[in-house]
Nanobody, 127 residues
Framework: QLQLVESGGGLVQPGESLRLSCAAS????????IAWFRQALGKERKGVSC????????NYADSVKGRFTISRDNAKSTVYLQMNSLKPEDTAIYYC????????????????????WGKGTLVTVSS
């Protein structure tokens, strides 16, 4: 059973940066596409970014393009989300999820098709 653990969340001021990590236990992430989702209080979950097995194949929500960067280190079974120029509207619980190898072709739709989910890490952007 693949387990995902997110870390790196916290409280930052607008304009600052955070790097989230999604680490896999048990076995490697190399066979999965990995996506980040977020859910703000009282709102529905939305896709943030996705990275496929193929190097360089990434997708982003329009709201984070140019500010967030997703990357993966398969040797460490870890996926990262570098978040720059953070805004108050980025405040949410951030979840990583592992899914079918071709999931990024459908991102951000069909999130219910992701196979494994972490428990989330809270990001708060406030002055």
């Amino acid at each position: 059973q693949l387990q995902l653990v997110e870390s790196g969340g916290g409280l930052v001021q607008p304009g600052e940066s955070l790097r989230l990590s999604c680490a896999a236990s048990v076995f490697t992430l190399v066979y999965f596409a990995i996506a980040w989702f977020r859910q703000a209080l009282g709102k529905e979950r939305k896709g943030v970014s996705c990275i496929s097995r193929r190097v360089g194949s990434t997708n982003y929500a329009d709201s984070v393009k140019g500010r967030f960067t997703i990357s993966r280190d398969n040797a460490k079974s870890t996926v990262y989300l570098q978040m720059n120029s953070l805004k108050p509207e980025d405040t949410a619980i951030y979840y990583c999820a592992a899914g079918p190898m071709n999931y990024c072709d459908y991102f951000p739709s069909y999130s219910n098709g992701m196979d494994y989910w972490g428990k989330g890490t809270l990001v708060t952007v406030s002055s």
